[in-house]
């Protein structure tokens, strides 16, 4: 009973997620110019403010932190600091707005797409987004000198694994909000602690244990330690191991999304 | 082969059961209704049949597929309108048919084609780089129903199309589905407006909590649940409990005139072939009504009969 005109059913896979992907990207086009500021103007503030200002306090009582002067201490773990941010920004408001407010995760599971090809095509634009805005802060921290060598280049992909690491954890968190009450909640008892203790203006050596426990069995301090890794060439074992616990947030989150998600919407 | 097909479809949310077990058959080309007030269960129906809301139990079958099992290709054949519009305000008309027919996969020539046609049948084609936030609430559901079009689609599922609609808006939404029905789309609907039911369906059922109580034409639904009249009457209510209007304590006045007699709050319902026979009855028993009204029967008095309410409170 197959009559002409019935649109040609998309097999599942990546065109699929592609095609959720272009809506998002048609927004992300519509409002990038107007949050760039608040978004990007964050990290590089910190740069300006902290890299330079207090680095050069840092560099001449005790000639950096571990031999590294305090700028190219500071500059690759901003990268992922911006990452966190990223995906805390888009990954909160806008995708509860998404089910709640214009309910545009409805309009979309009612065609040939399903949660899957949603929640990944969302995610998807998130990475783009994010990969650049690290690659635009790799460009502009450069012209301050605070990145060395070409290696600076692969803090970029970990910049949008930090990302992803948050970002799937946290539409897992969202999609089980029951109001939006939360996200507040979630910057100030989690982004903001993290970004202050994960390693990213001094290291987690300085801290109690119990609280280099806590940088451990989060994304973010992982996700500085490899930027910074990867910034100053100086990668070796542990930088794998931040790179598999990263890649374990991301999975894990995504199983996190995937449930919650489906749960939410298709009740 | 029906195009959809229901045999004991049960839905449950938590250990509250919204939908309990019912059959529904549509061919290809009907005009098939559920009419039922807040809570019957139709949203929750029509969500399972439009493949976006899993079933808890029973048969279910839409063009011969399950929406279990091949719920994207029922829906890439499908047209749907939810009870809540949900179109993105922020873009124009015209973007909004395009992102959603490229959820579909389309091409975006074949989006750009049909787009001329669809604000055309939407009678939005002025309106096409406006903004939607601003629109009017039948624009925004003439949109709905263009958008749930751009797949050309051979069912188009609506979930009470001209819910919170001005009647004139109501009157030029309904014309644009006559037209769909008259192109051979097959419209499966929703509806708590008895009007509606009765302009738009060659068939409905009459759901009430989450179960079917009739299934018919409006015509032979109305032949077999009422009089060909209603007379609706109103009496002093002096002297009555005022807080139910006092026409429940009244009915028994009027008791033996039509066949039947109804007692809303404010109004008696003397259900009778003939509505002035009645009528005259009545002031032959000496009654002076305040009012009184011969009509003919509707959907509505077909739901009170079955139900002992009525469809809109
Ligand atoms: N997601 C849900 N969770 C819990 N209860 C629900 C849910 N959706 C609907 N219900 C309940 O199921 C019943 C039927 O709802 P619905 O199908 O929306 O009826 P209708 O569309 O006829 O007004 C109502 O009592 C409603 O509260
Ligand atoms: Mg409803």
């Known amino acids: 009973m197959t009559s002409e005109g019935v649109a040609p059913l998309v097999p599942p896979g990546p065109r699929r997620v592609g095609l959720a992907a272009e809506y998002f990207l048609r927004v992300w086009r519509r409002t990038w110019v107007g949050s760039v500021f608040s978004r990007f103007g964050g990290p590089l503030l910190m740069l300006l403010a902290l890299g330079i200002g207090l680095g050069s306090l840092v560099d001449d009582s005790s000639g950096g932190v571990g031999g590294v002067g305090y700028l190219f201490f500071v500059a690759p773990a901003l990268i992922a600091v911006q990452g966190m941010m990223d995906a805390a920004q888009e990954s909160m408001w806008p995708v509860y707005g998404y089910f709640t407010w214009n309910r545009m995760y409805h309009s979309m599971l009612a065609t040939s797409l399903t949660v899957t090809d949603v929640v990944l095509g969302h995610l998807s634009v998130i990475a783009m987004q994010s990969a650049i805005a690290s690659a635009a802060f790799v460009l502009v921290a450069s012209l301050f000198g605070a990145f060395a060598s070409w290696w600076a280049l692969l803090s970029i992909p970990v910049g949008v694994l930090t990302c992803l690491a948050f970002a799937t954890v946290l539409f897992g968190v969202t999609s089980r909000a029951r109001t939006d009450g939360v996200f507040n909640v979630v910057f100030r008892l989690v982004i903001t602690p993290l970004m202050l203790f994960s390693g990213v203006f001094f290291p987690v050596d300085l801290l109690p244990t119990g609280m280099q426990v806590l940088a451990w069995v989060t994304p973010l301090w992982h996700g500085v330690e490899l930027s910074r890794d990867c910034a100053t060439a100086s990668a070796d074992v542990m930088s794998l191991v931040h790179l598999a616990v990263l890649l374990v947030f991301v999975a894990g989150g995504l199983v996190l999304a995937l449930t919650g998600m489906r749960k939410r919407l298709v009740s | ?313």
């Not at chain 2, 004991?8 to 007030?37: H, M, R, S, Y």
């Not at chain 2, 609706?232 to 139910?244: M, N, Q």
């Not at chain 2, 009545?282 to 469809?311: I, K, N, W, Y």
């Open chain 2, 1 to 313: 082969m029906p195009i959809l097909l229901a045999r004991g479809l049960t839905k449950t949310f938590g250990d509250f059961e919204a939908v309990k077990g019912i059959d529904v058959e549509v061919a290809k080309g009907e005009a098939f209704g559920f009419l039922g007030p807040n809570g019957a269960g139709k949203s929750s129906t029509m969500k399972m049949v439009a493949a976006t809301s899993p079933r808890t139990g029973g048969e279910l079958s839409m063009f011969g597929l399950d929406p279990d099992v091949d719920g994207a290709a029922i829906r890439a054949r499908l047209g749907s309108c939810p009870q809540q519009d949900n179109l993105d305000e922020e873009l124009t008309v015209e973007e909004n048919l395009h992102v959603y027919g490229r959820f579909f996969g389309l091409p975006r020539a074949v989006i750009r084609e049909r787009t001329e046609e669809l604000l055309d049948f939407a009678q939005l084609t002025e309106r096409r780089r406006d903004k939607v936030e601003p629109l009017s609430g039948g624009m925004k559901r003439r949109l709905t129903i263009a958008r749930a079009l751009v797949n050309d689609p051979d069912v188009l599922l609506l979930d009470e199309p001209t819910t919170g609609l001005d009647p004139q808006a109501r009157h030029v939404l309904w014309d644009r589905l006559f037209r769909l029905k008259r192109r051979g789309v097959t419209l499966i609907l929703t509806t708590h407006y008895m009007d509606e039911a009765e302009q738009l369906c060659d068939r409905l059922v009459v759901m009430d909590h989450g179960r079917i109580v009739a299934e018919g034409s409006p015509r032979a639904l109305i032949q077999e649940h009422s009089t060909r009249e209603v007379l609706e009457l109103r009496l002093p209510v002096d002297g009555h409990d005022e807080s139910d209007g006092g026409h429940t304590e009244l009915a028994h006045l009027v008791e033996g005139v039509g066949e039947r007699v109804e007692a809303l709050p404010d109004r008696l319902l003397i259900y009778a072939d003939h509505g002035d026979a009645a009528l005259e009855t009545v002031t032959d028993r000496g009654l002076q009504p305040v009012s009184a009204l011969v009509r003919r029967s509707t959907l509505e008095d077909v739901f009170l009969h079955l139900t002992g309410r009525t469809l809109v409170d």
